[in-house]
């Protein structure tokens, strides 16, 4: 399974970026999918979990400000984010709990996206 991570860039504060992730291969079934972030000198943290049947779980740095969706008929998630601020700069991954063909389900990691809030 890969994961291809696409619509970082740069953004001012209180600006909007929409970012998507489309999972490929021989997949049999994906369940979560999940949005990470990491920081220059921070932790990996959570952003956005989306289960196989739309539910959604946020961390409290991002509720009301970034909504996650997914589209299973394309194995795409979705991160719209608004209202940005400038500590919401970080590389954002997207990783999903999948089984590929033939095999047990694991997690798999797509490279990061940048997202820059600047003024």
């Known amino acids: 399974v890969q994961l291809q991570a696409s619509g970082g860039g740069y953004a001012q504060p209180g600006g909007s970026l929409r970012l998507s992730c489309e999972a490929s291969g021989s997949i049999e079934r994906i369940d979560y999918m999940t949005w990470v972030r990491q920081a220059p000198g921070k932790e990996r943290e959570s952003v956005a979990s989306v289960s196989s049947g739309g539910s959604t779980i946020y961390a409290d740095s991002v509720k009301g400000r970034f909504t996650a969706s997914r589209d299973n008929a394309k194995n795409t998630v979705y991160l719209q984010m608004t209202a940005l601020k400038p500590e919401d700069t970080a590389v954002y991954y997207c990783?999903?709990?999948?089984?590929?063909?033939?095999?047990?389900?694991?997690?798999?990691w797509g490279q990061g996206t940048q997202v820059t809030v600047s003024s």
């Open positions: 990783y999903a709990m999948a089984q590929a063909a033939g095999r047990e389900t694991q997690g798999y």
